[in-house]
């Protein structure tokens, strides 16, 4: 289930202010004013008196060209211009280069409640850094049951029913040399364009859970080279009971995927039965969807050769 992404001013001075160097100036009463779009807005047309693109979610930056052009207006006109802008109800105005604004700007921020900041960094780096702050805070995000593994510098989740067998098959892959991300419980964002994140809790990160065992410490067992923080998802295997009435695929054709937060992931469904090493499987699935990613499916090129093989055996038939 998906909750609703904000963030309020005052938690990204509680978070921001050494990195971003801010300062508040005006509006301290409006610091729960919230931030929704990580992108940046500079209101230049606005200050000329457009303003049908205003966005109240975003953060108003001004630098030096728009407060050169505030100091072309006379007092009653900057008066006016910030009092309109004010009616929509925007997060705030921030200034770079450690620039101060007007005495109206500050008024109208303690009138409006709407904070005035100021930072003391240039304002392509300052727009930079904060919009990569943004897109990692604002990001839609989820959580889903299953272990996510690095296998070949892929993000693997494993999913399936509990007690399937995820963690045993996770264990056997960091034996071979694999990196664990999260198990049991793996957190997954949607960063731009369409990329899926996934990273563990806190609470559980680079440990696991093993039936007859308990809880162990990956990354105290083998080392910080057997696990990772976070890993881009990239394929999908369900785990599941070998059932002798279904049919599983044999030959690799069938591309079937799983939408994660509107992001379609390819998905391989594993039968589990005794026997199978489902640790080896999975890690060839790994470099299968490698070959797939150079543009290599071995399936289809099988396909091929069979379907070449009948034409010329009907062929012969005919001559």
Known sequence: MLAPKFLTIQELLNEQTERLQLKVLSGEEGLNRKISSPRIQRPGLALAGYFAQLRAERIQVLGST??????????????????????????????????????????????????????????????????????????LETSIHGVLMDIYGRGVLLLGKSSIGKSECALDLIVRGHRLVSDD??????????????????????????????????????????????????????????????????????????????????????????????????????????????????AREFDQKVINILRKKSKAKFI
């Open 66 to 139: 728009e407060l050169s052009f505030m100091d072309t207006l006379s007092s009653e006109r900057r008066q006016q211009v910030l009092e309109d802008i004010c009616q929509i109800p925007i997060s705030c105005f921030i200034l770079t280069k450690g620039l101060f604004p007007p005495p109206e700007m500050i008024s109208i921020g303690n009138k409006y409640k709407i904070p005035i900041l100021q930072s003391s960094l240039q304002s392509s780096l300052f727009i930079r850094q904060i919009s990569i702050y943004l897109e990692e805070k604002l990001a």
């Open 185 to 298: 419980m793996v957190n997954i964002k949607l960063l731009p364009p369409d990329i899926l994140i996934g990273s563990g809790p806190e609470l559980i990160r680079y440990h696991m859970e093993l039936r007859g065992l308990g809880i162990i410490n990956i990354k105290d067992l083998f080392g910080v080279a057997a696990v990772r923080y976070r890993k881009k998802i990239e394929l999908a295997v369900v785990m599941e009971e070998w059932k002798q009435e279904c049919e599983y695929d044999r030959l690799g054709l069938e591309e079937s995927t799983i939408n994660i937060l509107g992001v379609d992931i390819p998905l391989i469904k594993m039968p589990v039965a005794p026997g199978r090493n489902m640790a080896i499987i999975i890690e060839v699935a790994a470099r299968n969807q490698l070959l797939k990613e150079s543009g290599y499916y071995s």
